[in-house]
């Protein structure tokens, strides 16, 4: 898919990620492991689509790392999460893999059981970051438990998972320092940027 492409909705973010070799290469080494409720999430999908509504060619080297998540309350070992890693290392030795079961990440997270890989990438720090893929016979799925608007726009936004921890989402944005690449970025540092406050009905009363 031609970087000038637009994006305008889920189909469209499924296409290219299908039409990119590399990232579906990624996906299909994931589906091939057949973990419960296996996706890849984050930057995978953010950076890729920031990279296009800037109009770059997508630039695989600006991830950090290829975080794959599940969930999979019947084995909830570091040791499990690890074996994984080092299965997708031995299809792609050259990216960094992150695989987490989030059958467990809640409590690293200070957050209540999750009930499945979309409950708890919700409570990831970001709207544009709480979005994940998947490769299923070679179709890519998308899921986004707050929508792809922010991502879409540009937006760096809070979830609201994060309304109590805004301290880490500030020190977590700024360590990123996404402008640098993505200057468009529109970053809301506060919560109140994030979501104002609804005007009384009473405000609007002409008197």
Known sequence: ???????RGLADIERLLEAHADLHALLSH???????????GAG????????????RAV????LNDVDVVFLDPTDVSKERDASLEAQLRILVPDMTWQVRNQARMHHANGDAPYRNTCDAIACWPETATAIAARSVGGKVEIMAPHGIQDLLNLIVRPT??????????????ASKNWPAR?????????WDEAYPA?????DRIET
């Open 1 to 7: 898919m031609n970087p000038a492409t637009p994006l």
């Open 30 to 40: 994931v589906e091939s492991l057949g973990l419960p409720d296996g996706w890849i």
């Open 160 to 173: 609201p998972a994060f309304e109590h921890k805004m301290g880490v989402y500030r020190k977590r944005v």
């Open 182 to 190: 993505w200057p468009k970025l529109t970053m809301l540092m506060t």
């Open 59 to 62: 630039d695989m080297s600006c």
């Open 44 to 55: 995978f999908i953010r950076n890729t689509v920031w990279d296009v509504l800037h109009g």
């Open 198 to 202: 609804l005007q009384s009905s009473f």
